[in-house]
């Protein structure tokens, strides 16, 4: 199986709202701080406990940003050779306890959850104990060309 560019590893949200750009940050290599600058380029400040939350289509324009390309998937079971940012319903991490983005490492076999409490899961262990909804998942198809 082709490797990624990088060995992915696990960036953690800030607050309640922060996992999109936290798996953002994790799927291409930076920090918290810089995709959460992507996402939010005009605002300098942000307070504990702010609204963050992100969508699929937000997620596509800032890993192009970054430099990368993305698309939407909508199985991401099917992905076998790139990290995928997966929507779970119910989490203790989502606003409202709605949906929760965590990244679908292939190369491990494991679920990467930015939640500050979290860590790494099989899928065995993560599907079984959230309920997995059909949302489009978010890909990360390669580098851009340049």
Known sequence: ???W???IKRVMQVNNHGCGIATVATVCGVTYERARHEFFPKKRRFRDGE??????IAMI????KLGFDAE??????????RPVIVPFSWSPYAPDYGIHSVVWDPFKKRFIDPGPDEGNFSEKEYVGFWKYFKYQSVVVTGKKKR
């Open 72 to 81: 939407t998937v909508p199985d991401f079971r099917k992905v076998k050779d």
């Open 61 to 64: 324009k800032v890993i192009n």
């Open 5 to 7: 560019y990088f060995d």
């Open 51 to 56: 609204d963050l939350c992100v969508d699929a």
């Open 1 to 3: 199986m082709k490797r």
